[in-house]
């Protein structure tokens, strides 16, 4: 089992910047591949970015040379800095896991975070 915990969302203006966090628990953390997705209201589940066990990233291009992931498998967590946001960002935020490659369907990850807003203002 792995359990996940996002944090680092809120409100901010346009242009602006936020980082998101996700701790995970668990000693096989480094072995997992780590995706960030985000749902706005009446909006199905988008994959945002994903960084497999091996660092490899990938990122959804609408927030290509934006935003960036990363992992710290000292620290169990993955990240997402988020810069130049705009109000088409705005969404809940949530953090996967899956003992697989990343791929950018929800439905193949096994494990999720309870989500954290993120609110860009115009």
């Known amino acids: 089992q792995v359990q996940l915990v996002e944090s680092g969302g809120g409100l901010v203006q346009a242009g602006g910047s936020l980082r998101l966090s996700c701790a995970a628990s668990g000693r096989t953390f480094s072995s997992y591949a780590m995706g960030w997705f985000r749902q706005a209201p009446g909006k199905e589940r988008e994959f945002v970015a994903g960084?497999?066990?091996?660092?490899?990233?990938y990122y959804a291009d609408s927030v290509k040379g934006r935003f960036t992931i990363s992992r710290d498998n000292t620290k169990n967590t993955v990240y997402l800095q988020m810069n130049s946001l705009n109000p088409e960002d705005t969404a809940v935020y949530y953090c996967?896991?899956?003992?697989?490659?990343?791929?950018?369907?929800?439905?193949?990850?096994?494990?999720w975070g309870q989500g954290t807003q993120v609110t860009v203002s115009s």
């Open positions: 960084i497999s066990s091996a660092a490899n990233t």
């Open positions: 996967a896991a899956r003992s697989r490659s990343v791929v950018v369907t929800a439905a193949a990850y096994d494990y």
